[in-house]
């Protein structure tokens, strides 16, 4: 693989140093052309660890952020067994957040960190769960066209060149396929249901739609750091065509659905073999990562208070481990 | 699990990741027929498996039995309820699944219990927890206690899980086989329920100054309720005779002589001077309530209600 040895190395560099680096890059530049993997312990360079770290602690934040919409209809949920489904649904999500906090651990930074940086509104998360959840449908959408989209970006990270985020992502995977089959099953009893039903189910698949689309990042043209993810072996499809591949899965299912997509430009490029969409709103993507979205300010709130009431918790829990330890010690 | 049919291997990872949906003619392979959230591992007895039995003519509770198992279900479901909103606001990620966890293990027991009663009158569990009214639930005052902060929360889920755990104990010997089968299901969940609450009290107690002063304050606020989960009736009496169900005060010297152990390790016991508290009047089991109820069935009951006889 050409072109891997993109750091440059600092002057202040002893001798020894300087042949410590090089015979790292060379290592690290083997591992990935070998299309291996990289573990913690392993010299990397600084900018694959520091691409890593925001990759990784923005899914994680995805995840736990994420909880919120979906959190909003458990007390409601309209019958006990999607009560225990969706129940199950957030807390696998804990699950995910928790995963892939400790998997960014491992490149040397603490979850308290990344934590105390998404509260402070410095780190970012998936931007889709910016838009609020205000019908049970949308339990339904947000399963089949949010997670369904997360798998398909998920899937190829399973074989990121990083070790401990390619196994994290084997198990998270997993557990997404039955959310996505969740949120079909909710749509699907919703369109064969009372005419009110069907109605919730396709006004949810209205307006989640575009931005599930977007969840794939901005078209190739317009994404400066997919080139470099993808020489890395952290990326390994471009934005636009985990995008088509989304699209025609979706056009199919849709049918069994009985829905409809609020897209009437869909259709499949004979020449290119590709999937094609309608035009997105890219303005409205970047207004929403930028801050302008209906929920931002919530969602980071109800983050900040969760861990802010929880502190005493926490601190009673450490206080009380250093007591045992002592008592321990002294034992 | 198989991948979708127009799928690259390089791009399906063998195992995982499936984004079929289980249904035929979708794009994808898979059983049409099944379920595609039926996923239950080993044989567990699932609530789903109840109401065929049911439908089968296989069981039906008798009167007594039906209203008794409607009490333990009702317990089950409101604590559920109020466990749920703790997603995603816990002190910690490990909490919030935790918290999960019990959540879900709670509405399981009850969605068991729930069917079962049902079969008495005809309804299905959500006729029961969707459609009745607040002086029909049958839960204790205890479960429908507010949240509060986490130490009110662990007070409550301590005294529950130790008083749920002698309960169930005792009715996996029950004469009624579908009682005993939730009851031994239930035990083992709700043993690991009491671990996880019982190292919280420790915790809370041995910790900062302020975590003791709020995990007493906790219990004080809860202690009241303690009484009305071990008091007799005509109901509880028959169904002791006939071996279905057990004397909710036979169950006492063993949930005091457990929590008290617990609660002495913690240092807390001469501070709360449990004796001492008062003890509510009750009256949940007759379907009395304090205010907090009509609060939680109106958010649980209300999309259920705008669209009645529809199916989700």
Redesign the interface.
């Known amino acids: 693989m050409a072109s891997q040895n993109l750091q440059s190395v600092p002057a202040e560099l002893s001798p020894e140093e300087l042949e410590r680096e090089q015979a790292g890059q060379a290592y690290f530049d083997r591992i990935i052309s070998e299309d291996s993997r990289i573990e913690p312990r392993d010299w990397m360079p600084e900018a694959y660890r520091k691409t890593l770290l925001r990759q990784i602690s923005q899914h994680a934040h995805s995840e736990?952020i994420g909880?919120?919409p979906e959190?909003n209809w458990?007390?409601?949920?309209?019958?006990?067994?999607?009560?225990?489904?969706l129940?199950?649904k957030?807390?696998d999500e804990?699950?995910h957040?928790?995963y892939l906090?400790s998997a960014a651990e491992t490149l040397g930074q603490s979850r308290d960190k990344m934590t105390s940086d998404l509260i402070a509104g410095k780190a970012r998360y998936s931007s889709i769960f910016n838009y609020p959840a205000i019908s049970?449908a949308d339990m339904g959408a947000i399963g089949?066209l949010v997670d369904?989209a997360a798998?398909?970006n998920?899937?190829?990270l399973?074989?990121a060149s990083y070790g401990p985020y390619g196994r994290a992502m084997?198990r998270i995977?997993?557990e997404?396929?039955?959310h996505?089959?969740?949120g079909?099953?909710?749509l699907?009893?919703?369109s064969n249901?009372?005419p009110?039903?069907k109605q919730m189910a396709q006004d949810a698949v209205n307006r989640w739609y575009a931005p599930a689309l977007m969840m794939f990042g901005p078209p190739d043209d317009d994404s400066p750091n997919s080139k470099q993810s993808m020489a890395w072996n952290i990326k390994?499809?471009s934005n636009d065509e985990l995008r088509s591949?989304f699209v025609?899965?979706m056009v199919?299912?849709v049918?069994?659905l009985g829905l409809t997509l609020p897209d009437k430009d869909i259709r499949f490029n004979e020449e290119t073999k590709k999937w094609e969409h309608g035009p997105l709103d890219w303005n409205e993507f970047k207004d929403v990562l930028a801050g302008k979205g209906p929920c931002n300010a919530q969602r980071l709130e109800?983050r900040r208070?969760?861990h802010d009431?929880?502190?005493?918790?926490?601190?009673?829990?450490?206080?009380?481990a250093r007591?045992q330890a002592e008592k321990e010690y002294a034992a | 699990m198989t991948a979708p049919e127009n799928e690259t291997q390089d791009f399906a990872i063998e195992g995982h990741g499936d984004i079929s949906v289980g249904v035929r003619g979708a794009g994808a392979s898979g059983d049409g027929s099944a379920s595609a959230t039926r996923i239950t591992p080993g044989n567990a007895l699932r609530p789903e498996d109840i109401a065929l039995e049911i439908r089968k003519g296989q069981v039906k509770p008798s009167d007594d039995v039906a209203e008794y198992a409607l009490r333990i279900g009702d317990d089950g479901l409101i604590l559920a309820q109020r466990l749920g909103h703790w997603i995603s606001r816990a002190p910690e990620l490990e909490e919030d699944v935790a918290l999960g966890n019990i959540a879900l293990d709670q509405l399981g027991h009850a969605r068991s219990f729930l069917t079962y009663a049902g079969a008495a009158w005809d309804k299905s569990e959500d006729d029961l927890a969707y459609f009745r009214r607040e002086h029909e639930f049958r839960s204790a005052h205890l479960f429908e206690q507010p949240n509060g902060d986490f130490a009110v929360t662990i007070a409550r889920q301590f005294i529950v899980s130790y008083y749920q755990f002698e309960l169930y104990k005792r009715l996996t010997g029950s004469t009624d086989a579908t009682i005993a089968a939730i009851a031994a299901k239930a035990l083992k969940e709700v043993d690991y329920h009491r671990d996880h609450s019982a190292q919280w009290v420790l915790r809370l107690a041995g910790g900062t100054e302020e975590s003791r002063r709020r995990i007493v304050q906790a219990f004080k606020l809860v202690w009241p309720y303690v009484e009305e989960l071990f008091e007799d009736d005509e109901l509880t009496a028959r169904l002791a005779e006939s071996g279905a169900g057990v004397q909710p005060s036979s169950l006492r010297a063993d949930f005091d002589q457990l929590t008290g152990a617990i609660l002495s390790e913690a240092g807390l016991d001469e501070e709360l001077n449990l004796e001492r508290i008062p003890q509510s009047l009750g009256g949940g089991r007759q379907g009395k309530h304090s205010e907090h109820l009509g609060y939680l069935l109106a958010e649980m009951q209300v999309l259920a209600r705008e669209h009645p006889g529809a199916s989700w």
């Open positions: 736990i909880m919120q959190a458990i007390t409601r949920a309209p019958s006990l067994k999607r009560k225990a489904i129940m199950a957030v807390q804990a699950g957040g928790l906090y049970w089949w369904g798998i398909c998920q899937v190829p399973c074989r084997v995977c997993k997404e396929s039955f996505q089959r969740q079909f099953e909710i699907l009893e919703l249901g009372t009110a039903q390994r499809f591949r025609g899965m199919e299912q049918k069994v109800r208070e969760a009431d929880g502190a005493w918790v926490r601190e009673a829990a450490a206080e009380y007591k």
